[in-house]
């Protein structure tokens, strides 16, 4: 019993030592965290189960089949998710070299791809420079090769301007982010859009460089609750 007992804590503690092991700049740390603390929770769950059907030798059967198991459900999203993310920075280098485009990880998962508005749309205007429609058309083919999520795109602005107006533009602006993706083949049910005007800045409003910052329009790449 205690040796059986030893040999799943083992297995338990080596899977978060090799999780712990994950390099910060690895494209698929993500995956492997995700991984790792799946295979965790199912050799737990594993030996539990393995043990009330077999105790001369089913905890540790269970929790090496349990660990599996669990590691390859908790890589599914993540693996998924890693593959886009590494497009996104890939493929919007140069914007993101000129500070265009942000691409940044949730600890859920998620997306968030964050685009500087003075770039990106006319001055007090929801209409799409053409300049930033190439780097849209990156996004979208992007987009288009990963079906399996969910977009979600919000409008922002800085606090210049009366509540109301500032609502209603960055709706418009979210709108136009929106639409472009669609004409570009994504399909218009998996996006989402919603302005939140002045009241989710990201910096201060009393300077310029903090109101060009709260300016953005960001898309939320949600997957999709069964990926495997």
């Not at 920075?89 to 265009?100: D, H, I, T, V």
């Not at 799409?128 to 190439?134: D, G, I, Y």
């Amino acid at each position: 019993m205690q040796t059986r007992r030893l040999s799943i804590v083992f297995f338990m503690v080596l899977i978060l030592i090799l999780a712990g092991c994950i390099q910060p700049n690895d494209p698929n740390k993500h995956t492997k965290q995700k991984a790792g603390i799946g295979a965790a929770v199912g050799a737990v769950a594993g030996a539990i189960i393995g043990y009330q059907n077999d105790h001369s030798g089913g905890a540790l059967k269970g929790a090496l089949i349990g660990g599996a198991a669990g590691g390859a459900l908790g890589a599914g999203a993540g693996y998924y998710m890693d593959k886009q993310q590494a497009e996104f920075e890939q493929q919007l280098a140069s914007e993101r070299q000129a500070n265009q485009i942000e691409v940044e990880r949730l600890q859920n998962e998620n997306l968030k791809i964050t685009m500087n508005s003075e770039v990106s749309f006319d001055f007090n205007s929801s209409r799409l420079q053409p300049a930033f429609e190439r780097s849209l058309e990156k996004v979208s083919g992007i987009l288009n090769r990963y079906p399996r999520t969910s977009i979600q795109i919000i409008g922002h602005t800085d606090n210049v301007g009366s509540e109301v107006y500032n609502q209603q533009l960055s709706e418009k602006r979210a709108k136009a982010v929106g639409v472009a993706l669609e004409a570009r083949g994504v399909f218009r049910g998996r996006i989402v859009t919603s302005g939140r005007g002045e009241f989710e800045p990201r910096t201060t409003n009393g300077t310029e460089a903090g109101r060009q910052l709260n300016r953005r329009v960001e898309m939320l790449i949600v997957p999709d609750g069964d990926i495997q």
